[in-house]
C-alpha cells in the first residue's frame, strides 16, 4: 500500500526514502497519503503551505544569485580598472609626466 504521494506528478512511493529519492531528483515535494488533496479537490492546508515555502525558498536563491552576478560584475571591472592602472599606458605613465611637468616649474 503506498504511503506517500508527490504533489506535482502521479508518482507515489511506499517508502520515505522512495519519496525522499524521487524530491532530490525533481525537487517536487511530496507528503503523505493521507495528507494529500482528493483527485480533482482543492489542496489541503499542507500542500499549500509546502508550495509557497518552496516558491519563498527559489524567489530568495534568485535574489541571491543576482546579487552575487552584480558583486561579481563589479569586482570584474574593478580588477580590469586595476590592471589598466598598472599597465605602461595606463594612468600612472600619466601621473608621472604630470609630476616632471610639475617638477619643472
Known amino acids: ?22 524530491s532530490l531528483e525533481t525537487s517536487h515535494v511530496g507528503i503523505c497519503k493521507s495528507e494529500a488533496p482528493p483527485t480533482g479537490g482543492k489542496l489541503s492546508k499542507l500542500t499549500k503551505r509546502l508550495v509557497v515555502t518552496q516558491g519563498v525558498i527559489l524567489a530568495a536563491l534568485g535574489a541571491s544569485l543576482s546579487a552575487c552576478t552584480y558583486f561579481y560584475v563589479k569586482w570584474q571591472s574593478a580588477e580590469a580598472e586595476n590592471t589598466y592602472l598598472k599597465s605602461p599606458s595606463g594612468a600612472g605613465r600619466n601621473l608621472k609626466s604630470h609630476d616632471k611637468s610639475r617638477d619643472k616649474e
Open 1 to 22: 500500500m503506498t504511503e506517500y504521494a508527490c504533489t506535482a506528478c502521479p508518482f507515489q512511493a511506499d517508502g520515505l526514502e522512495e519519496l525522499q529519492r524521487h
